[in-house]
Each structure stands twice: as C-alpha cells, then as structure tokens.
C-alpha cells in the first residue's frame, strides 16, 4: 500500500508540472479516481510539496512546489537527477584539491559542464550571468543513484574545468564568463556599477551609452523605454553638474533596473526552452514578481528624475558651454518672433 500511494503521489506531482490543477484534472491526468487523489493530494499539501493557489468554495487549484529551484519553477523529475549528478561530481573535484568553492565559482562550473557536454538541461541568464534552474549550493550533499550514459564525459570536462578555475577573485570569474558566452550587456554593466563607485563621469556617461545599445529590444518594451529614462537622466544631471553627487543614487537606480532587465533575462531564456511555455510561466509564476521589479525600477529613476527637476530652475544656461555653431543658432532663434 505505501509503495502504491508513493506511486500516485509521483504521478500527481508529474501531472503539476507546469501549470495548477483541480482535484477532477488530475484524476484526469493519472487515469485515478477523485477519492484516492484527493487523499494523496492531501498528503502532499501536507508535506508542502504542492499547495493551493486559488481556493473557492467552488474551485481549489493545486500547484507543484519545487523549493531547490529559482522562483520555485518546475523542473522535470528527470533533469533535477542530472543536475544532482553534475552537482556532485563537481563538488567531488573541489574536494580533491581540497577546495570548497564559493556559490559563483560552483554555478559557474556547472554551466560550464553542462554547455561543454551538450547536456540538455534548463539554464538561464539572470542577475550575475548564467546559472542552472536548480539552485546550486556547494554546502549541500547532492549524492545521488543517478547516472548518466555520458558520466565519464561528465567527469573528465568536470575534472578540466575546475582544474582550470583560477581566478583572483569573484568579479574576475564573472567577466570571464560574460565574455566567454559574448554577454556584452553584462560586462558594460559591471563596468558601470565600477565607474560609479570611482565618480568617473567620462566613463559613466560612456558606459550608460553603451549600456543603452546594448539593452534588448524585443524582449520587453518597458524594459527598453525604463533604459532610455535612465540613460537620459544621468546624461541631464550630468549637464547639471550634479551626476558626481548623486552617483549613489544612480547606482540605486541602475541596480532596481538591472533586477528588472536580469527577470526578464530568465524568462527569454525559459521561454526558448521547449519544456516551457511563456504564457504558462508568466500566468502562474512570474506575473507578479516581474510588476513588483518594474516598480522599483520605476520609482529608482523617478527619484533621479525629480533630483533634476528640482534643480533646473537654479540652473542658468548661460553657463553651457556652447560650440560656435550652436550659440549662432542661438542668436538667431533669439530675434525669431515666428513670423515669415
């Protein structure tokens, strides 16, 4: 009886793979009787592997949680084997060069192995580059039964690879991997997030540029129009005199933009995914995350915006330092009164 219910209860979970179901869908689904699966649906609601998203008195939608996963995706019983077995045998080549790796060095060691292998598992984009779905923490045991027909290959390009990471420190680590995978928006970002720090204006005003060019388009217009307003404020405050003051609250800025352009990063990524579905993963699981990010991104250039309004009216453009061509311009659109 323990192994049937512990049967049902995995082919409940398979069936909240993606998207939330009623007690009568998942009957549907497993080809099993209300009775039993509301038992079982029960126990595991119990355990908090799945839990209610919409209760009524005339609906209860369940939904699979899967807490070893970034936003509590779902990931296939099958690919959360896979990662545990690159994850393990990762960790067993640290240990042998008696080295725990820090949480980048571990993910990106991961990405690594699973490019290089052409192993088909989700990985995505997000704040800091590239990381697996499965969260990957070099502090937890990730022993497993698991192994794949390719383990050997798994283990020598594992071996290679953390054999060859020797880097000074964790920001090199990261503009390696932005450059290895031709991430160009990251590395200006953290060229940024430098630049600020050292109040260099030339460089920031350059960066921010770049960093405009360089932010996707077809992703997200929000995205792209939230990038323009950032982009040109800094570029007035510049004018202004006051960017070198006010590079903290840039940084602020530019730091709830960039969680906003990273979530959006993650979803494109998903989306090319084909065990995904966009429209899925944004009714059930990123709906309201990406409007909470969108505005702290808002309310960060917002406040630079109001910054430079509240100081425009102490501003004399006399002060402007104008090419001969354009003080000529000037002049005569000073005598101008708009008649022919």
Known sequence: MRQKGEDVKERILDSLWLKPFTIQQISKEIDSNWITVEKFTEELKQEGKIKEVISTDKLTLYQKVDTDTY??????????????????????????KGKTPNRTEFTKSAVDVIHETNTNLPVVWYLYGQIPL??????????????????????????????????????????????????????????LLSALKDKDTKKILDLFNKFYIECPIGQDEEMFFLTDRLCVVVQKLKLLKLLEENVINIALALDSLWKYMALNQMIHSLAKDKRYKKNELMQFYFNPVVETKKYMAKEGILNLESIYFSNLDDFDIDTLKLSKEAQEIRDIMEDWTGED
């Open 134 to 191: 499965m969260i990957a923490d070099p502090q937890k045991d990730y022993s497993t039964q698991f192994k794949p027909d390719n383990y050997k290959e798994i283990e020598k390009i594992s071996e290679k690879i953390v054999n060859n990471q020797n880097y000074l420190n964790t920001k090199e680590l990261k503009l390696d991997h932005y450059e290895k995978y031709n991430k160009k928006l990251y590395t200006i970002k953290e060229g």
């Open 71 to 96: 936003y509590n995706l779902p990931l296939k019983k099958e690919d959360k084997e896979m990662f545990k077995f690159i994850f393990s045998t990762l960790l067993n080549e640290y240990k042998k």
